[in-house]
Structure formats: structure tokens, C-alpha cells
């Protein structure tokens, strides 16, 4: 992404908070491009802890707050979170983000078989998931199944054909680096491009 949208994308989440200080629906919606798209962890974090204060039931805000902890490599808060969110919402329309939520948060604690579950269920709902074909290539990399994360590979550049190495670590720039680690090795051992 530009950098002009980044700025952009930032300034227009902070107008946001300032404009909704009491809605939690802005308020995760304002929470996530911060840690996203600007690395504001602790900022975003502040804003869903301020959102969940407000509306403890807020499913969208806990399904936000389990997939930055994922992102961050805190796969237990993630999973608690996420399945919060679940029981709050079990017919979410955003389901499908939640069920990535869990693949991520699985893969962050090393457990592919999980992660590959779960972003099979995203996959049911949503074939055309960047996130999460990308979530079951490195799971299946991870667990050597190359046949399979070549062939979810070529899916994906098919629907994001400038994806590198190099771009998915700048897009990763707001994640714990133990993490991008875990999935910059699993699009490598999948044939991912480095440049």
C-alpha cells in the first residue's frame, strides 16, 4: 500500500475514534488499520480494552483483539479471545475472519494441523481468502506437505500475483518477528518468490 494511503488510513481512523469516543463498533473498526497499517499495537490494543470496557459483548471488537494477539505471538490470549467472539456471535457474517483468527493463532503456536482446520473453514465461506490460503500454505509447508502448499501457492498468486517475500514482510511490519519468521520460512519452502 502507498504510503500517502497509509497516512491516509491512519489519519482517518484517528478522526474516527475522536468523533465515536463511546461506540465500540467504531472503535475496533478504527483499531485495526491503526495496528495494521501504522504498527500502533499499544494504541490499538488501548482502543479495543476501552471498546470491550464499554460493551463487554462487542463480538467484533473480541474477534479483533484475538487476531492482533495472534499477530503479536500470543496464540492462548488469541484463541481466548476468538472464541469469545464465537459464542458471542456464532452466526457471524464475519465468521470467516474469526475462523482465520484461529489458523493464525494456531500456527503462531506451532500447531499446523489445527491451523490448516481452520482456515479450511474460512476457505468454506470465503474460497477467495488471501489470508487464508496463505495460513494453510505455511501450515502445510511447516508440516512438509510441499505438494499441497505449491498447489495452495499457486492458488493464492493467482489472486495476488505481486506477493514476494519481500512485499509480505513489509505488509507484516506491525507483527511479531518470530512470527513473520514462521511464515516467511513456510512461502519459502513453498517455492514463494523472493523478490
Not at 44 to 52: F, K
Not at 115 to 143: F, G, S
Amino acid at each position: 500500500m502507498a504510503a500517502a494511503d497509509v497516512a491516509e488510513a491512519a489519519r482517518l481512523s484517528r478522526q474516527a475514534l475522536e468523533a465515536a469516543r463511546a461506540d465500540p463498533e467504531v472503535m475496533w473498526q478504527a483499531a485495526y488499520p491503526l495496528f495494521y497499517f501504522t504498527g500502533e499495537a499499544a494504541m490499538a490494543e488501548a482502543v479495543l480494552d476501552r471498546a470491550l470496557a464499554l460493551n463487554p459483548n462487542a463480538a467484533h471488537a473480541w474477534l479483533v483483539r484475538g487476531c492482533i494477539h495472534a499477530l503479536l505471538n500470543r496464540p492462548e490470549a488469541a484463541i481466548e479471545a476468538l472464541e469469545r467472539a464465537q459464542r458471542l456471535s456464532p452466526f457471524d457474517p464475519l465468521g470467516h475472519l474469526n475462523a482465520w483468527g484461529f489458523a493464525i493463532a494456531h500456527i503462531a503456536a506451532g500447531r499446523f494441523e489445527q491451523a490448516i482446520e481452520w482456515a479450511d473453514r474460512a476457505l468454506h465461506d470465503q474460497p477467495r481468502l488471501v489470508t487464508a490460503i496463505r495460513a494453510k500454505i505455511v501450515a502445510n509447508a511447516h508440516l512438509g506437505r510441499l505438494d499441497e502448499a505449491r498447489a495452495d501457492l499457486a492458488r493464492m498468486l493467482a489472486l495476488y500475483p505481486g506477493l514476494t517475500i519481500g512485499t509480505f514482510r513489509t505488509s507484516a511490519a506491525s507483527f511479531n518477528s518470530e512470527f513473520v519468521e514462521l511464515y516467511v520460512t513456510g512461502m519459502r519452502l513453498a517455492g514463494l518468490p523472493e523478490e
